[in-house]
């Protein structure tokens, strides 16, 4: 099997993702897409082979908040990126698992984000009111530098 290079592997996690493998959350009116923790690491499996994350877990006043390092292996080096999920150390009746591994599975989610896995679901139209889209491109064209995409990575840093 051939290794791939930092900048191959980026290439390959900031793909699209198919979309039997997106997932549909519904609050109210609100609608958001997401990946199931399952298909991430799936993803994971297939465009970082040899992925390993590391976790912390902190329990502040009633709130559960865990950190995951998840780190890919290039042939030219490694490359770590770490964000958080937290909940409530309680979950109510509508809730579905626990604390623990609901914040687990956020983190994981949001950590792989940061390379760029799933990314495209954050740049997919959103069902928003025309008022929410037209202030928003308002926004848009007076503040271009604001946006609520994430920020591109410039691969090159990563040759």
């Known amino acids: 099997m051939k290794h791939l290079s ?9 793909a699209p993702v198919d979309r039997e493998r ?16 399952k298909d991430v690491r799936e ?14 877990i902190t329990d502040a006043g009633g709130q559960l908040f865990v950190t995951v390092a998840l780190t890919i292996h290039g042939s030219d080096g490694s490359l770590t990126r770490e964000n958080i999920g937290c909940e409530k150390d309680s979950l109510g ?18 950590a792989a984000m940061e390379f760029g896995l799933g990314r495209d679901l954050w740049l997919a139209p959103r ?6 889209k037209g202030a928003a491109k308002k926004a848009q064209r007076r503040h271009p530098a604001r946006t609520n995409r994430p920020m591109p990575v410039d691969a090159d840093d990563y040759r």
Do not use: M
């Not at 993803?43 to 912390?56: C, I, K, N, V």
């Open 6 to 14: 930092l900048y191959e592997i980026l290439t390959h996690l900031r």
């Open 22 to 37: 997106i997932s549909q959350k519904s609050t109210g009116s609100f609608r958001a897409s997401y990946l199931h923790h």
């Open 43 to 56: 993803l994971l499996d297939e465009r970082a082979p040899g992925w390993e994350s590391t976790t912390r």
């Open 93 to 110: 009746d509508k809730d579905f698992g626990d604390s623990s591994s609901n914040s687990h599975a956020q983190a994981l989610r949001r």
């Open 127 to 132: 069902e928003k009111g025309a008022a929410k």
